[in-house]
């Protein structure tokens, strides 16, 4: 690879970020994808869009988000200076919500009435719920029938939004899975349908569309640190499943030069054990669901099942973006573990009173590892993407408790 | 060059009629039994042989091939045993063709160069990758044509007038046209549809058009064969397996006969529509 101007300036037109990335969909799928690329494009230049996006930013998902300077974790943790991103304070309880208000607004604009979406944990679900009432679109949502069990009440919260939630009892029965049924489900009905992404992966253009509707986050951050510290963050770290929160923060400072970068995958019981989630520590590029990306996967080139104690990080890819950027060492991902995970859980919760999502407590772990061997004037930020009641139940059973 | 897949078209033409293709998955329910049954299909009237590759995450395929293929891996199926199959296969049956039909993943992680070789050497004579649209032809498919495998490519009703010739352009050995927008064993096709899509296809090409999705019974197979070049059956054999097996999953004593019973009477409606020869 050649010397590099820009971070930034990625994909190329057929959807690559180095090796990774591409359109690897079946035929009946890539008019469609070819045809929303063209329309996401006008969307991008065309300033009403942009208005609308900003107006609903402010008035019904209630960005800003606060850049949140946390004082006793700093202080317990005797380093770095650590912020904290609260994407938690959206409406709906997370980052997801950003990316679903963009693509819903596209799928307005390309006269789409129906709204299939993929969920893990359900947060991507209920956002896209969630903005399906708030324009009276029909919505249909992929869940995992493990998944379904372990996150009732996001399930409920998606059907009292008027969403129709399938479990998916193929494969494995959790995210990967529920993204092959809607997938499955788009190419039956492609003439009304627009799937809703939920995170930086897929086939082109949704690695890049998704990042685009996230990178708001940011941007943010940038303003709202200058405007504290008059300067810019020195390190930065986010929890990284298929990667759209993460990606959100990183983009705007990836030709930042001083800035560190770290991505926090979920190590499960230890990437050693072969029970995790950690794509780039623990696997290899390969193809699936419509890109080249490090997954997870055996010998044969068949897709092994993720584990997580976070169901939202539960999947066996990364976004495209996030192995290029691996593989041109721009950001350092790190392995985080569902025990340690679990402390930060609880860290955050007593020290901050910010129950975070499992997924934004992988970040706060590695926050604990790296702060302290930081100078007290080195300015952290971390991406909380979303809060945690959704996880009390299944952080009382680890605990030993029950509720 | 003479093809096994271009001589068994022109063959066809010669006796003016349709071809029957039919769609086993490989190692289904376990590589010795599945391996019997490819063997027998040519007998059972099978034209052309697509051979299913099995992945974790087909995301074209409906139910019944997606069971298949689970039960395959279960079995411990690789692509290195189905290329296996096809060698053993051509041991005694240097004319039936096969297509290998699946997606990328098995092959990039087997390495394409060194699958071209194996394939080849195997006795495949053409390849049905799902994922890898015209978008992605430098991955495999041009590789593949210089090679001499034939790279089938898929249209469906989605692919309109302008993106035809895209499709068509490194398509060779036939055209598979997906008859319904949906997944493998579905909604069946309206055969008066097929015959119009097909009939426009062939305005862009020379190649045959076989089409399949959805055709389960012997006389659905007879209405779509009679607009078309070839017929696909897949799903109703994946299912004839299936309903053969006993309670822990394995063969019976039925399982290769009821295979080989329906792609007979398959084979007997296909061959019953007839056309004029050499047209």
């Known amino acids: 690879m050649t010397a590099l101007n820009s971070y930034r300036t990625g994909p190329d037109e057929g959807g690559h970020f180095g090796i990774h990335g591409g359109r690897f969909v079946a035929e009946t799928l890539m008019p469609l994808i070819l045809q929303l690329e063209a329309a996401y494009k006008e969307a991008k230049a065309d300033p009403a869009f942009q208005a609308q996006m900003a107006s609903d930013l402010v008035h019904y998902v209630g960005r800003p988000s606060p850049l949140y300077y946390a004082e006793r974790l700093t202080e317990h943790l005797g380093g770095a200076k650590v912020y904290l991103k609260r994407e938690e304070l959206n409406h709906t309880g997370s980052h997801k919500v950003n990316n679903v208000l963009g693509q819903i607004l596209l799928a307005r604009r390309m006269g789409k009435q129906r709204i299939i979406a993929e969920t893990g944990a359900g947060q991507h679900g209920v956002a896209t719920a969630t903005l399906c009432a708030r324009f009276g679109l029909d919505c249909v949502v992929y869940m995992g029938a493990v998944d379904v069990e372990r996150q009732k009440p996001n399930v409920f919260r998606m059907e009292m939004l008027g969403a129709k939630v399938i479990p998916v009892k193929s494969g494995s029965s959790t995210l990967k899975d529920a993204m092959n049924e809607a997938l499955r489900d788009w190419v039956t009905n492609v003439h009304d349908t627009f799937y809703c992404i939920g995170t930086v992966a897929g086939p082109h253009p949704y690695p890049s569309m998704v990042r685009d509707f996230q990178s708001i986050i940011g941007r943010e951050t940038r303003a709202q640190l200058q405007e504290v510290e008059g300067r810019g963050p020195d390190s930065l770290i986010a929890a990284v499943g298929g990667g759209s929160n993460a990606i959100g923060l990183f983009h705007e400072f990836l030709d930042d030069p001083g800035v560190e970068i770290y991505g926090v995958e979920a190590a499960g ?27 997870l996967m055996d010998g044969d080139g068949q897709i092994t099942e993720a584990h997580s104690i976070s169901a939202g990080l539960d999947y066996p890819g990364i976004g495209p973006e996030h192995s290029w950027l691996h593989d041109i060492g721009r950001v350092k991902y790190i392995p985080c573990t569902d025990k340690e995970a679990l402390e930060a859980f609880q860290l955050c919760s007593k020290l901050e009173g910010i129950i975070p999502a499992l997924e934004s407590a992988h970040a706060i772990a590695k926050v604990m590892d790296i702060a302290p061997t930081k100078p007290r004037d080195h300015i952290m930020v971390v991406n909380l993407s979303g809060r945690g009641d959704k996880d009390i139940f299944a952080v009382a059973e680890h605990l030993g408790g029950q509720i | 060059m003479t093809t096994r897949i271009s001589a068994r078209f022109t063959d066809l033409a010669a006796q003016g009629r349709p071809g029957l293709v039919t769609f086993i998955t490989a190692g289904d329910p376990d590589t010795e039994t599945s391996l019997e049954i490819l063997r027998r299909l040519p007998a059972a009237g099978a034209d052309i042989i697509e051979l299913g590759v099995p992945f974790t995450d087909p995301m074209a395929d ?57 394939a080849k050497a195997a006795g495949v004579d053409g390849l049905i990758i799902v994922d890898l649209p015209p978008e992605e032809d430098a991955e495999l498919c041009l590789p593949a044509l210089e090679a001499g495998l034939d790279f089938i490519r898929l249209a469906t009703p989605t692919t309109d007038e302008k993106r035809l010739p895209t499709v068509l352009a490194h398509t060779a050995g036939f055209v598979y046209y997906v008859s319904i927008t949906g997944i493998t064993g579905s909604a069946a096709p309206d055969a008066n549809a097929v015959g119009t899509a097909v009939a426009r296809i062939k305005q862009h090409t020379a190649l045959p058009v076989a089409v399949g999705f959805g055709v389960r019974t012997p006389a659905q197979a007879a209405a779509i064969a009679a607009g078309a070049d070839a017929v696909v059956v897949g799903s109703a054999l994946v299912e004839a397996v299936r309903k053969t097996l006993d309670q822990d999953g394995k063969a019976t004593a ?18 019953g529509v007839t056309r004029q020869a050499a047209e």
């Open chain 2, 62 to 118: 409906g139910p019944a091939i997606q069971a298949g293929g689970l039960r395959a891996l279960a079995a411990g199926q690789t692509l290195a045993k189905t290329l296996e199959m096809v060698r053993a296969f051509r041991e005694g049956d240097d004319a039936t063709p096969i297509v290998l039909m699946g997606y990328f993943n098995p092959i990039y992680i087997y390495g394409v160069p060194r699958f071209i070789t194996d």
């Open chain 2, 254 to 271: 039925n399982t290769v006969v009821a295979v080989e019973t329906l792609v007979q009477e398959l084979a007997e409606a296909v061959r």
């Open chain 1, 269 to 295: 019981h230890g990437i050693a054990s072969g029970a995790h989630a950690a794509s780039i520590n623990g696997g290899r590029p390969g193809v699936l669901h419509g890109n080249r990306t490090y997954l």
